[in-house]
Nanobody, 124 residues
Framework: QVQLVESGGGSVQSGGSLRLSCVAS?????????MGWFRQAPGKEREGVAS???????RYADSIDGRFTISRDNAKNTLDLQMNSLKPEDTAMYYC?????????????????WGQGTQVTVSS
């Protein structure tokens, strides 16, 4: 069982930056997990933002348009999401997710473990 705890959310103005972090525990080999960030805005379905493989293969949602960077530190069991040039439409609850299957999909149905989320609010 993998436990995931996110942090780093907050409120920023449009154009600002935030760095989200996720710490994983309860799994013997964090370095073998596929990790991802998802988000869900009020009234909308959860959508994938970015995912990363154990060997740093990365996939981003088209909507990110080069503004976000996902990274992981396998020695610290952590996953980060650096978010720059934030827009009001980035406002959402952001979730860290993990999967032991080899899948970088940004569809949430393929991900098994989820954190509780951290809120990001971007004002115009």
């Amino acid at each position: 069982q993998v436990q995931l705890v996110e942090s780093g959310g907050g409120s920023v103005q449009s154009g600002g930056s935030l760095r989200l972090s996720c710490v994983a525990s309860g799994y013997n080999s964090y370095g073998a997990l596929y990790m991802g960030w998802f988000r869900q805005a009020p009234g909308k379905e959860r959508e994938g933002v970015a995912s990363i493989s154990p060997l740093d293969r990365i996939r981003y949602a088209d909507s990110i348009d080069g503004r976000f960077t996902i990274s992981r530190d396998n020695a610290k069991n952590t996953l980060d999401l650096q978010m720059n040039s934030l827009k009001p439409e980035d406002t959402a609850m952001y979730y860290c997710a993990a999967n032991s299957d080899a899948n970088l999909s940004l569809r949430d149905v393929f991900w098994r473990y989820w954190g509780q989320g951290t809120q990001v609010t971007v004002s115009s």
